[in-house]
């Protein structure tokens, strides 16, 4: 074991950890999840819940594991009678009041309450006779509504605006059993950040907005991904429904996000569902473009770079774009005078406050480092001038981008708008979003993070690094490189 | 002779189907006489010594409330459970922001009448009928609407012998 580690002992199980660490931490190493409401490991320790209560030994009475630090030798015991009935008291306590409300519930299933009441709690209440407090639903914010009835006073939503996102707008107002989470009578929970206390409320009190009544917690499917709301590159959670994405989750990640994503990237999302997609690989013949299949396609294409080979070539790509799909836009341009260009939406930077080096960027694009990196330029409009003259333009994803060229025009897209630029291109080839395809993102501070396939892409669409890969085979370039 | 037939003889005693006519004959007649057990079905479906079981689990009716809603609340806990994945829910909001239905069907072709959707209602709400007429003209008249749920009079399974609730 480690110089300057404690050891101490967890439900029979040794466990060695640098000093400082709590009880409820250590806990998780030795594999034993003490439960817990008011901990959160992004938040001040507070110790309201006295949930998490446990015997240590020579300690005269029962111990909080969440503010109680590890010492030397110590021997912590979560299982013993004298804990779990405490711990049965507590959850007795939370649930006087607790409406019995989940079928309407949104959190049912991903309900910490209802977790630690099936595992530890009684089945039967003792206080049957006496009526339930009740307070109707409060509008917190953009995107928040407050159900009274349902909390159980955790207090994470009030540390987390006024420790993390340093706007302390909550409150607990009231005492005893009238007490409930109060806003500023002049305030609005409408900090960029806000919708954090919904993911930290345990239980189904805050709610968000867009998501109620969308879909039960058991029928979401839950994909890892990289949020594409700006340059942060924060880890997410996509979770879909009979593939459409409903929810943006963040994904703890403490060098990045820790567990937090802002409000523009929840709700950053929407557009992976669009229905208005290309779903089939679109070929000029005359004024009108053909829909046909994917060999003839990228033969037409390699027919067009192989004529064009040695003359001039521009890629205006999205830097929304995957790392492979960019370095194979460059590579199938060997042999080229190429010039690779991006643009990068920008927008208001919006720092959380209480973590350091976490804001939503003003870059609003996932991978304009990883672009960068890989060759392609900032110099947008200088591109779009050189695209006019030049022999072949490959447009990657920019449903927006006003190109005009003399040479031919190759368009990789999602969406094709009825009077967009790209509708003059000789060949259209359908690729599959964020959502559908697998792929990495580098971030800001040169982190490479992948995402994962959430759903399956539409129609004969396939991922951009697919299509562009079999471009370099067809033009005997998939070994030039190595 | 080519082949040689034995003829046997036996007493007239033997030979005589008066005998036996008169023993079937009497036992059809004994029957005119027993307490009749056949229904006139469709005329009469039920008698004093047959009805269908309370515990007859067939197609479905939705239960509402005091002003004629569905009770169901949209929560999802039917089409989960359900092992023919035979119902359709959509969820959504009614006009006091109360969680509702959108979509409710239920296909009875894909249905198998286990009961599960009534067991597992928290509400009360869906339950499996005691009912067994169901001729349609078409089979898209299969699929029950929330609409159609909640239009159906007939009883509603009691799932199990209230008399016996743990079935010993």
């Known amino acids: 074991m480690a110089d300057g580690m404690i050891n101490l002992t967890i439900d029979g199980a040794p466990v060695s950890v640098p000093p400082g660490t709590l009880v409820i931490e250590a806990a998780k190493q030795a594999g034993v999840l003490v439960p817990h409401y008011c901990y959160h490991p992004g938040l001040p320790v507070a110790g309201v819940c006295r949930m998490c209560l446990v015997e240590v030994e020579k300690a005269p009475k029962l111990q909080i594991a969440c503010a109680t630090t590890v010492t030397e030798g110590m021997v912590v015991k979560t299982q013993t009678a004298q804990a779990k009935d405490a711990r049965q008291s507590v959850l007795e306590f939370l649930l006087i009041n607790h409406p019995l409300d989940c079928p309407i519930c949104d959190q049912a299933g991903e309900c910490e309450l209802q977790d630690f009441v099936f595992q530890e709690g009684q089945a039967r209440t003792r206080y049957a006779e006496f009526a339930k407090r009740f307070n109707p639903v409060e509008d917190f914010g953009p995107d928040v509504l407050y159900v009274p009835n349902r909390c159980i006073l955790c207090t994470r939503c009030v540390r987390f605006m006024e420790d993390v996102a340093k706007e302390p707008v909550l409150n607990v107002s009231e005492r005893g059993d009238r007490a409930f989470i109060g806003i500023h009578p002049e305030a609005r929970l409408d900090h960029p950040w806000a919708g954090n206390v919904v993911d930290l409320c345990p239980v189904g009190s805050l709610l968000s907005k867009d998501f109620l009544h969308k879909a039960r917690a058991w029928e979401l499917d839950k994909t890892a991904s990289i949020c594409t709301g700006c340059s942060q590159g924060c880890n997410i959670t996509l979770d879909t429904r009979d593939e459409v994405v409903v929810r943006v989750r963040p994904r703890p990640n403490l060098e990045v996000n820790r567990y937090f994503i802002c409000d523009h990237g929840r709700m950053h999302y929407k557009w992976m569902n669009r229905g208005d997609r290309i779903e089939a690989p679109l070929v000029r013949a005359g004024a009108e473009l053909k829909a046909t299949d994917w060999d003839e396609a990228l033969d037409r294409v390699a027919a067009i770079l192989r004529g064009a080979e040695g003359r001039t070539a521009v890629a205006l790509v999205s830097p929304g774009a995957s790392s492979e799909a960019l370095a194979l836009a460059k590579r199938v341009f060997t042999g080229f005078a190429w010039t690779g260009a991006f643009q990068v939406v920008m927008g208001e930077e919006a720092p959380l406050t209480g973590v350091p080096d976490l804001a939503l960027r003003a870059e609003r694009a996932p991978n304009a480092k990883g672009a960068e990196t890989l060759g392609y330029t900032r110099d947008y409009a200088q591109a779009l001038a050189a695209a006019k003259s030049a022999a072949v333009v490959l447009v990657l994803d920019d449903p927006d981008c006003a190109v005009e060229t003399n040479g031919t025009l190759i368009y990789l897209g999602t969406v094709l708008g009825v009077d967009a630029p790209c509708r003059r291109a000789d060949v259209i080839l359908p690729i599959a979003n964020v959502a559908e395809e697998e792929g990495t993102f580098t971030n800001r501070d040169g982190r490479t993070q992948r995402y994962y396939q959430a759903k399956p892409a539409p129609g004969m669409a396939q991922p951009a690094a697919w299509v562009l890969g079999q471009l370099v085979a067809a033009m005997g370039l998939a070994e030039a490189q190595r | ?168």
């Open chain 2, 1 to 168: 002779m080519p082949i040689g037939v034995k003829v046997m003889k036996r007493p007239i005693k033997q030979t005589s189907y008066l005998r036996a006519t008169l023993k079937g004959m009497a036992l059809t007649f004994s029957h005119l006489l027993r307490p009749k057990v056949t229904m006139q079905y469709p005329e009469e479906k039920s008698s004093k010594d047959w009805t269908l079981s309370s515990r007859w689990r067939g197609t479905h009716r939705m239960l509402t409330d005091e002003q004629g809603r569905a009770k169901c609340v949209a929560c999802g806990l039917c089409p989960q459970i359900c092992p023919a994945n035979c119902i359709k829910l959509v969820p959504g909001e009614d006009e006091e922001g109360n969680r509702y239905p959108l979509i409710y069907e239920i296909d009875e072709f894909r249905c198998i009448f286990c009961g599960y959707c009534q067991e597992v209602c928290p509400e009360e709400a869906i339950h499996v009928g005691v009912h067994y007429e169901n001729s349609e003209y078409s089979r898209d008249r299969f699929v029950y609407d929330l609409e159609r749920l909640t239009a159906q009079t007939h009883p509603v399974s009691t799932l199990w012998d209230p008399s016996d609730p743990k079935g010993e």
